[in-house]
């Protein structure tokens, strides 16, 4: 098993090129069952959850072809004969319960695990079951899996109580075939949920209103191949953001979506940073001291959830005290006993963390225990004296692609070692 060793204390400078975005690759890749014929997604990034959800596919039957190092991935479903996802696969990557509305809509039923629960909290998917239910689809559960059944299905108006990003994605995939129009109200607005529709699209779907609170879906009866370039990933620019301006750096990171990062470029503004969009990126200067902010995450445009942990780290070597509130997910401040242990000083309140900023943190072994939190550690490490060890750094590499080697690049002394 890998572990990350950091020796802090170095200005981050240089440029940084964003990769794509896990959380739009994820999407594509279920809409390839959609549709007979070669599928062409550029910009993957090489991510363990991608390399999962190819496994995924490759068990149902899916023929895939991948080159890493152009980052050009192939799918073509012509011959799937297993519309299911095991609990082996559903349960390292909640993600694939998105093959759930595609298999439904063209191969009329899928078999898929629940996937309970995760270190951030639990995540159910009673808002995709309902809304396949209205759309005329047959459901039962039983010893852990779901089993949904539709000859066909039908549009149909569908409120989600809470707005969900892959419930969003999976009744949209789900209803691109069926009959009539379906409206999906209180629909998420992320970005990934714009790329998704857009591929679709261009698929030759009929959808209206991905990016607004209301997507309308007029069910077509067959799409085409479709060959596009996946998003930079807005988490990972975040991050490097972040990192520039915790360390104090003059960075500048290469497509980077800044209009998506609307309110992380406010916070880190608030913060004392400067951000600076120009030609072919967006320039982020650190100052000091960092001065203390408060953060409240929402779904998009609110702060995103997945930048928290990450600004929980700069927080804690600002100056003054920082309330972050965590509205998102329930258990979302696990990285926050890993920061104490290099001399954080963090009060957990419920929801809310209050951070006092304090003017140095040391290096210390660290175990991380979701993905953003790994980051979240990674950069304490980058501004801490003298050597700090993350361990279980394979939830790192769910998201981030080569982050080492990027950070590296920027003059971080960084390395990824044998444990």
């Known amino acids: 098993m890998d572990k990350i060793v950091i020796e802090g204390g170095n200005r981050l400078v240089g440029e940084v090129t964003v990769s794509g975005a896990k959380n739009a690759v994820l999407p594509l890749m ?7 014929g070669w599928n062409t997604f550029s910009n993957v990034p090489r991510l363990r959850d991608i390399e999962t959800f190819k496994v995924l596919l490759n068990h ?13 991935l192939k799918i073509r479903t012509r011959d799937v004969k297993r519309p299911e996802a095991p609990y082996e696969m559903v349960k390292t990557m909640r993600a694939s319960v998105l093959v759930l509305g595609p298999l439904v809509s063209r191969f009329k039923r899928a078999r898929v695990s629940l996937p309970g629960g995760c270190a951030i909290g639990a995540r159910p998917i009673d808002l995709h079951l309902m809304g396949l239910k209205k759309m005329g689809a047959e459901v039962s559960i039983d010893h852990g899996y779901v089993t949904v059944s539709a000859e066909k299905l039908r549009g149909a108006k569908i409120y989600m109580d809470t707005t969900t990003v892959t419930g969003t994605e999976n009744l949209m995939l789900a209803a ?13 607005l992320e970005p990934e949920v714009v790329c998704l529709a857009d591929a679709l699209n261009m698929m030759g779907a009929d959808i209206t209103g991905a990016g607004t609170e209301v ?12 060959d596009l370039r996946v998003i930079p990933d807005r988490i990972e620019a975040g991050t490097f953001m972040v ?15 800044y209009g998506s990062l609307d309110s992380l470029n406010i916070k880190l503004r608030e913060a004392g940073a400067e951000v600076i969009e120009e030609e072919n990126g967006v320039r982020v200067i ?15 445009p609110g ?33 926050i006993g890993e920061l104490k242990r290099m001399g954080a000083d963090i009060t957990i309140d419920g929801r809310c963390a209050i951070v006092r900023g304090v003017k140095s943190l040391g290096g210390a072994p660290l175990m ?7 980051a979240s550690l990674i950069l304490a490490g980058l501004v801490a004296e003298g050597k700090t060890e993350v361990s279980r750094i394979y939830h790192l590499d769910r998201g981030y692609e080569r982050i080492e080697e990027k950070l590296k690049g920027l003059g971080a002394r960084i390395e990824r070692v044998k444990e």
Do not use: W
């Open 30 to 36: 279920a809409a390839s069952l959609l549709v007979d």
């Open 60 to 72: 149902m039957g899916s023929e895939i072809s991948a080159d890493k190092k152009s980052g050009i």
């Open 176 to 188: 691109v075939h069926a009959e009539g129009t379906t409206v999906l109200e209180n629909a998420a």
């Open 215 to 226: 997507i309308r879906i007029n069910g077509v009866r067959e799409l085409k191949p479709v």
């Open 243 to 257: 990192a520039a301006a915790m360390t104090r750096g003059n960075v500048l990171i290469k497509d980077c979506p």
């Open 286 to 300: 650190g100052d000091y001291p960092i001065r203390s902010i408060d953060i409240k995450t929402l779904p998009h």
């Open 303 to 335: 702060f995103p959830t997945d930048m928290q942990a990450q600004m929980t780290a700069m927080m804690s070597i600002a100056s003054g005290l920082s309330v972050i509130k965590e509205t998102v997910f329930e258990n979302r401040f696990m990285h």
């Open 368 to 374: 991380a225990t979701d993905l953003r939190a790994s």
